[in-house]
């Protein structure tokens, strides 16, 4: 039956979520029920994607990437995959009728990562984030709003700029291994091999820019579906950028920073008492 293989699919793109981010698993398990399994459909995609590129080290990187976006356009043609994590994703894809651009667009920036090692303009900077971030708040917000469209043109500015600033977080946390390993620097017009306190300083301005937007425009506004665990990983990558900011910018490469298992359950405890108390 096509429906237990559908249900087994859901579960292998819920196990990826939980395999590979307890942090994001975590939040998603915060959101109503009834919209989780679409987005660890989601994070199943953009989770595999984005594997192929910074971990497939030993393989042909591109010849995955062509076949992953390939087998992608079949599940979506013939409506069903036997790569479960492309199963799923299509029929998300096909629920909320999520636009084509959005996953060309991620594909794109993942692609990129194939080959580009630098980013030396802010459009070229702000295109690869489109692509590798804001698309994907975009695709989470469609089904937050399941099919309200005034709903998802007030609120699509903020997603992308949460999403934007998760992504600017995560390079900020994962410089080492970007700059020393997979030999990236995404922030254009600063010399990542010797970051200083001023550059340091104003990729924090510009991601707690896009938190404050994203929280007061976006957050605040959303379905009550949706709310807590976008709330959730909103703090909770709050609280990673607080320590970074906390690290001196010439000892940032050192050491990747993390946030512990007992303060993401206290992150999750004091958010949740927030949200009871409608203070969000």
């Known amino acids: ?154 609120l699509k500015d903020a997603a992308m700029r949460l999403g934007s600033a998760f992504q600017k977080v995560n390079f900020l946390r994962d410089l080492k291994d970007d700059f020393e390993t997979l030999n990236r620097s995404y922030f254009p017009n600063i010399d990542l091999g010797k970051l200083d306190a001023s550059s340091k300083q104003i990729i924090i301005d510009e991601i707690e820019a896009d938190f404050e937007y994203a929280y007061s425009n976006g957050i605040l506004k959303l379905p009550v579906e949706a709310k807590f665990g976008v709330y959730t990983a909103y703090r909770y990558y709050r609280r990673l950028l607080k320590k970074l900011k906390m690290v001196p910018s010439e000892q940032i490469m050192d050491s990747r920073i993390r946030i512990s298992n007992p303060m993401k359950i206290n992150l999750l405890a004091r958010s949740y008492v927030k949200y009871k108390l409608n203070i969000i």
């Open 1 to 154: 039956m096509k429906e237990l293989f559908d249900s087994v699919s859901n579960d292998c793109s819920k196990l990826v979520t939980k395999k590979y981010s307890t942090s994001f698993s975590l939040a998603v398990n915060m959101l109503s029920p009834k919209i989780r399994e679409d987005i660890y459909n989601i994070y199943g995609f953009v989770r595999f994607a984005d594997e192929i590129v910074d971990s497939f080290h030993d393989y042909d990187k591109e010849h995955l990437m062509q076949h992953f976006e390939r087998d992608y356009y079949l599940s979506k043609e013939h409506g069903i995959s036997l790569n479960p994590i492309l199963n799923s994703f299509q029929h998300t894809i096909k629920k909320y009728k999520i636009p084509d651009e959005m996953v060309q667009a991620f594909l794109k920036s993942m692609k990129a990562d194939l080959h580009k090692t630098t980013y030396n303009t802010k459009q070229e900077y702000d295109e690869y984030i489109y692509g590798s971030a804001d698309v994907v708040g975009l695709m989470c917000l469609k089904v937050f709003v399941d099919g309200d469209d005034k709903k998802y043109e007030e």
